[in-house]
């Protein structure tokens, strides 16, 4: 699997506050890691090397980037456009911040109102949408912040905020998000602790502090191992996937694909950039619906739409909750899932916070489906089709390549039947 987008992001951000050069190798190869890459050199890092290759990240300290000459261009990418909105927060200069259609329509308020309390200044669309002006403060102030809902993105800028301002700050979130920022950033030396109280969970961070450089393998990406794991569920499959990333809060998935019968092995075999590592197997046999508790959500944001695929194919009803967070990801999520699924000849409930699926064991398919410029629509929908009793279309295969280009190539070595090329129908 390429390697995880999330932590690639996460890697990349650091590397460049560190102090002298660090090499990232086994970095996801999409186009949005590739922006966050750009934007970086923008900003004055120098990165040498190609992210399929590795990169070597001349890091320029903790509050040591630089004033563009550009707008930043995040394409397609929230996670960059978020994580570096909170590093740029906190330096003294202006920076301006777009990208795609699709995220130019994705609202950004939720990482602007704590930044606005550290003491920076933004100028957006109605909505609080890109392009948007940041203007960054000469004086951050520390902050203690409670999430409204849990969100691994504006953990993430707060605390890279934080680390240019002075004293402590704190992050509460009422349950887990993806904790790769808190890893990081541990193994870069920074002051940082995490402690549990009244059912809550608060990380502190001392600002102003030195990040220390070093080299970094990234495990691979069980969001994007998550669609040959679930069409290596039909009949007569295996499917095993090595030197995956296995922390907890990104294992939902399994969670949930076990509960439903499957027939799934997770093996351990190390850590690397301070991450569990190792292989999950998955193997043929019928899948019975579940219901999903809502706590689960945050460790498996991203892996609903192909478990919605899943619940397509099983047998009963799959209840999910807790899903709002889907409405401002790259498309409104759940609205494109059921949408999909209904175009597909699944019975779907559609709730404000989730998804009520009605698995039958069979899908009729014979359908394209509109994936609304989202990666993980699409490739969840391409495996739905090797199941389903006619062929499943994507109207768009384009959005693929900015998390998973070798999507297809990697389909098609375990015997996907998948015709066109990335970017078309």
């Known amino acids: 699997m390429p390697g995880d987008k999330s932590i690639s992001h996460r890697a990349l951000i650091l590397a460049a506050l560190a ?3 660090s090499r990232l190798d086994g970095l996801a190869d999409g186009d949005d890691v590739r922006r966050t890459a750009l934007a970086l050199e923008a900003l004055g890092v120098p990165i040498s090397g190609s992210l399929a290759e590795g990169l070597v990240v001349d890091g320029l300290g903790v509050g040591g980037l630089q004033e563009p000459a550009q707008p930043l261009d995040f394409g397609n990418s929230g996670t960059g456009a978020r994580l570096l909105m909170g590093c740029l927060a906190t330096h003294p200069f202006t920076s301006h911040l777009c990208g795609d259609r699709s995220l130019s329509g994705r609202p950004m308020g939720r990482v602007m109102r704590p930044l606005e309390e550290m003491g920076a200044s933004f100028l ?3 909505g609080d949408r ?3 002006a940041l203007i960054g403060t000469a004086e951050p102030l520390p902050i203690a912040y409670r999430l409204p809902v849990p969100s691994a993105q504006v953990k993430s800028a707060v605390l890279l905020a934080a680390l240019n301002a002075p004293g402590e700050s704190s992050v509460i979130e009422s349950a887990p998000s993806r904790d790769h920022s808190e890893r990081l950033l541990t193994a870069r030396g920074a002051e940082i602790s995490i402690e549990e109280a ?3 969970r608060i990380i502190n961070l001392q600002g102003e502090c030195e990040l220390a450089a070093g080299d970094l393998e990234v495990p691979g990406d069980p969001s994007a191992a998550a669609f040959g794991l679930v069409a290596g569920l039909g009949p007569d499959s295996q499917i095993t996937v090595d030197n995956l990333c296995l922390n907890p809060l990104r294992t939902g998935l399994f969670t949930c694909l076990g509960e439903m019968g499957a027939r799934l092995t997770i093996e351990e075999s190390g850590t690397a950039g301070g991450e569990p590592v190792g292989s999950v197997s998955v193997a043929g046999g019928g899948l019975r619906g579940i219901e999903v508790p809502p706590e689960r959500a945050p460790a498996m944001i991203d892996e609903f739409p192909i478990l919605a695929c899943a619940a397509a194919l099983a047998e ?11 409405r401002v990801k790259e498309s409104d999520r759940l609205s494109a ?3 999909g699924l209904q175009a597909a000849g699944v019975a779907v409930e559609e709730l404000p916070d989730g998804l009520i699926i009605e698995g039958r064991g069979r899908v009729p398919g014979g359908t394209t489906i509109e994936v609304r410029h989202d990666h993980r629509i699409a490739m969840a929908f ?3 089709g090797l199941a389903a009793e006619e062929a499943i279309a994507v109207d768009d295969g384009g959005p693929i390549a900015t998390s998973f280009p070798g999507f297809n190539a990697a ?3 375990v015997g996907a039947k998948i015709e066109g090329a990335e970017g078309e129908t």
Do not use: F, Y
């Open 19 to 21: 102090v002298g050069p």
């Open 124 to 126: 957006a669309r109605a």
């Open 130 to 132: 890109l392009p948007l």
């Open 198 to 200: 009244g059912g809550e």
């Open 316 to 326: 009963g009803t799959t209840t999910m909750r807790g899903l709002e967070e889907l």
């Open 337 to 339: 899932i059921a949408a």
């Open 382 to 384: 391409l495996v739905l």
């Open 411 to 413: 389909m098609k070595a």
